[in-house]
Structure formats: structure tokens, C-alpha cells
């Protein structure tokens, strides 16, 4: 089994897990019949083709199908993606308590020292002229409702 | 008459100095992004829908539609001075393009690409106020099969137009009509799969899923991406006006170019992409010197170039007569209507013919500011290719996150588009295309009420499906297609053919 190959079935083992949980969670709607269709209907009838297809990225082939593009190695994951992740959900679990100036200036000075490279000052200073941009097109201009922080911005 | 009236009341609409300021602000920003690698169209659209919460819907639709065809303007510079192709629609465009610039011709190149693309998008134009007003009178008759037939019909072509595996393409679809499916249900208005939120009672949000699948996946893709070291042609740009010599071999390609592009912008999964390759092949055929092509022939721009542009005027025809979107960028101008409270769609050109000819007029206009812009733009183009991609990407990241915050002032909407971004990146990554997800999300809620009611009014009998004519042909042309489909998989199995 290539390696490929086993990611597309592994593709397709958690497809069709997820089409059981379409099945299971959809549980409680009304699916009716076929002159009274109900809110089940349609998504059960999705999940069980979701189920059915998912077999067929399940059976080993002969030939080799194009699986997309290669993963990165794990060094890209766990010194590029997740830190990224965890920074992202940080600013969306602390927006609400630390308001938007604040937060996004933060995030900013990490993404710019995380993926630009950047010295620590010059990441400050973008980060304060992309914060300070932004705010003001959305903020100023649009009027976009942010959250403000304990000091008041 | 009626026709001439229409124009007059388009012209009336496109030419309010707002208006034309946001059809100007649009067709900069397509050009923009078409000239950057890497950032799609669909990703900018999506970053950008929710700016057009904040102005008048008219000329919100003007900015965003600007936004797709001057993408397609701006593609061509990248692929002739960097030989790295702007926009999927101008990989083509690397072929001669580039060569003609190392050939010391680049300012032939990007003038021909140019006013190619400005007689593509003008003629297509033309096209769509010929065609849309006649579809839109036919899709008026469409009572809930057909309109289930058309929503089948046109994902069973952005499945089989796929790119890669057709199988993933299907799933893909599945996938996202599920999404579709989330929220209150239209007919009985039960809630489901809101997973016990308030939050996911309202349905899947488009703009941040599109951020997330667009804006926040590409972002993931370039983080581990090395920089490239671009191939800039370092001369300086001159004579952009093409010579009489370019301009009779180009002639013939650019008409050639323009109803191939036309016609293939209309079928759902097809559209620039396919255009500008046909373009190429067919132009490579019919020249009497085949061999030059690859070494700098200027047809080989010429057709392609015009092919993409022409393209957009003809994805306009669905998308507005029957609110059928056929890529990624249509599904996503879809969305910014339906966010404005605008249904495209057969009553479109009847409720709000003002947004209907408004738009479509706006885009000669739109054409006309990117002839203008594009020529003398050249050079701040090229300087824009220098600012490194490391330096772009944490303001991607800032606008997805802005973008996502202002669909609904709420947190969740963030959560959903890092979510989102997590499962653009993997579908990617595994062989399964954004497209169908996207399309089948936005066209879900049609197919499945289409789907219900005619159940419903035949008390449970298929043959509604088939009884009427024009979604039994809908119906029957899906179904030939997926038999073709599979007869030619079965036939070309063992040969190493593609799944």
C-alpha cells in the first residue's frame, strides 16, 4: 500500500464516519415519506451517498489516481501551523476580554515575527501600522462594531 | 426598443459618480490580485465581502463583479513578466508570453494582452444582454422540479468538470450541500444539525466558510510553501502598442478567442480556465506555424488572453438570469447579492432591472477603465511583484479574521472561518476540490426545496421529474453525462486514465 493510497482511504474512513454521524445526529428529524418529505429527508439521503462514495475511496486500486498535493513535512506543522492555530484561537477566546486594538496588535507583532521573519522592532512597527489601518477603515470608516477591552479600545 | 431602454436605465445606474467610483476601486483591485500569485480571485472576493455590508448594494454588485473581470486583466502581466501565472486563467499566457518578453517583446505582449482582453470582455458583454433577458423569460416557467433539474444539471457539470479525481469532486459536493443543510429548515422550520447553538441556527454563514476556505487555506498553503524566487524579466518595458504585424496575426485568434470564451463561460465548471487552454490548442491547430508556438507567438497570447475575459461575460449568464453560479468567484458574487437581499435569478431582471442592466453596463465601463489603467499601470505592477509574499501573508491572515468578525459582530463567525480555513487546507491537500463544496452549499437550499415541493405536489411520485419538459431534458442531460462519465472510466480502466 503506497502511502498515498492509504491517505485516500483513510479520506474515505473518516468520510464515511461522517456520514454516520449526519445519520446519528439526524436522528430525531422527521424524514416522512416520499408524497411528505420532512426535514430528514434530504440529509439522510446525502449522508447515505456520502456513506456509499466513501466506500469507493475505500477499495484499494490498481492504477494510481492524482491524491492532491503533497503534506508538508511535520516540522512544517508543529513550527508553522500550530502555533498559528493556537494564536488564532487564543485571539478569538480572549477578543471579547482583551477588545480588539489590544488583541490584534499582539497577534499581529507574533505573525509578523512568526511567518515575515521580522527583527522585533520592525515587527512592532508593522504591526502598529496594520493595526492602526485596519481599525481605521473598519473601525472609523465603516463603523464596524469591535469589542472593547478594559481600557476602553 | 426595450432593449435600447434597458441600456439607458444600465448606463443611468453604472454612471453615478459613486458607482463609477466603485466599478474603478473594483477593476484596481481585480487587476491587484490578478497580478499577485497566489492570492485568487476568490480569496479577495471573499476577504471582501463583508466591505460591501457597509455601501449601497448597486454599487456593491459593480465592485465585486469589477473584482472578477479585472482579475482576469491582471493575471496575463504576471505570467509574461515572471512566467508564474497571476490567476489559474493565465497559466496559458506563460507559454509565449514569457518568451516573448525574453525575446526583449514583453510591452507587445502585455499591450496585446490587454486590449485582448478588453475586446474578450467588451463582446462578451454584448452577449450577456443579448442572452440574459432570454434565459431569465425562460426560466420564469420554472416551477419547483426544474428548478431541482437545474440545480442537479449544473452540479453534475461542476463535478465532471473537475480538475482532479470526479469521485472526490462528488463527495465534495455532498459535502457541501450538508453544509447547506444546516439551520433552520425552510418548509417545516425545524432546526438541524445546530448541534445544540444558537449560533448555528441561523445556517453556515457563506463569508466566513469562504473566508476560511479561500483566504485562511491559502494562507496555510503559502506558509509552507518556499519563497519563490521570482523570474522577473529585468528590462525596461517599452512600445506596449502593438505593431500592424501583431495585430493581423492576433485579429482572427482575439474573434476566435472571444466565442470560445463566450460559450464556455456558460457551462457550470468550465468557464476561463478551459477557455484560455481550448484558445491555445485551437489556435496552435489553425496556424500555418504551429512550431512557433512556445517560442514567443503572439496568437498564442492573443487567444487565450481574450478567451479568460470573454469567459466572464458568459458565467454572468447563468448567475444572473438563473441564479446559477459556474466557479468559485460566481458562487461567491452569488453570495454578495444574497447578502444584499438580491436573488439572482429570472425575477431579477424583473424586480430590480436597474441592478440587473446597472451591472451588466457597468462592466463596459469597468473594461474601459482597465484598457486605460492597464497600459500605463505596467510598471507600479511590476513593483508590486517585488513586495515579498512572507510580508503579505500575516495581513491575509488580519483581513480573514476582520472579514469574519464583521459578517455578525461575533466571535463564533471567527471560530468558524479558522475551522473552515483547517478544512479548505485539507481538502486541498487530499485531492478534493473547494469548488464543489461552495457551489453545492450556496445551491443546496434550491435543490432541496426544488426537490420536497414537487414531491410534495406529485404526493410522492418521481415522474413529476419527467413529465415536465424542461426538467425531464434538465434531468436526462445530468444522467447522460454521468453515464458518459463512467462508460468512459470503464473503458479507459487498466490505461491509467485519471478516476
Redesign the interface.
Known sequence: MSERGG??RI?GFV?AL?GIG?LW??RH??RG???????????VL??I??II??L??MIP?????????A??PWS?FYR??IP??VA??A???L??FFGFIIL?LL??FF??MK???FKWYTAML?AFI??GI?YFI?GVI?????PKGPLGF | MELFHNIYMGFSTALLPSNLLYCFFGVLVGTFVGVLPGLGSPTVLALLLP?TF?IPREAALIMTVGIYYGSQYGGSTTSILVNIPGEATSIVTCLDGHQMARNGRAGPALGISAFGSFIGGTISVIGLMLMGPVVANIALRFGPPELFALAFLATVLIVLLAK??K??S??SA??G??AG?IGL?Y??G?P??N?GTVSLMKGMELVPVAIGLFGMAEV??N??QKWIEKNMVKMRIKGLLPTQKDWKESILPMGRGTVIGFLLGLLPGAGAIMASFSSYIIEKRLSRHPERFGTGAIAGVAGPETANNAATGGAMVPLLSLGIPTNAVTSLLLGAMMIHGIHPGPFLIKDHPDIFWGVITSMYLGNIFLLILNLPLIGIWVKVLKV?Q??L???I???C??GA??TG?D?YD??IM?VFG?IGYLL?????EVLPFIFAMIISPMM?NG??QA??SS????TIFFTHSISAVFIGLGLILILSSLFREWRF??K????
Open positions: 491517505l485516500t479520506t468520510i461522517f449526519i445526529e439526524g428529524l422527521t415519506n416520499l408524497s411528505h418529505p420532512g426535514p430528514g429527508f434530504f440529509p446525502l449522508a451517498l456520502l462514495l466513501s469507493f475511496l486500486k490498481g492504477k494510481k489516481a492524482k491524491e492532491g498535493e503534506f508538508p512544517t508553522q501551523f498559528i492555530y488564532l484561537l485571539f478569538i477566546g477578543l471579547e490584534t497577534f499581529m505573525l509578523f511567518v515575515s521573519h508593522a496594520s493595526t485596519t473598519f465603516l463603523k464596524s462594531l469591535f | 466591505v457597509y482532479e479525481s469521485l472526490k462528488f463527495i455532498l459535502l450541500c450538508f443543510t429548515d418548509v417545516s425545524v438541524r444539525f448541534l496555510l498553503i506558509l509552507e515579498p512572507r510580508v501573508l500575516p495581513l491572515v488580519l483581513f479574521l476582520i468578525y464583521s459582530n466571535p471567527v471560530l479558522v483547517g486541498r491537500k487530499t485531492g478534493f432541496e426537490f420536497r414531491l410534495l404526493r410522492g411520485s418521481f480502466k487498466g491509467g486514465h485519471k478516476d
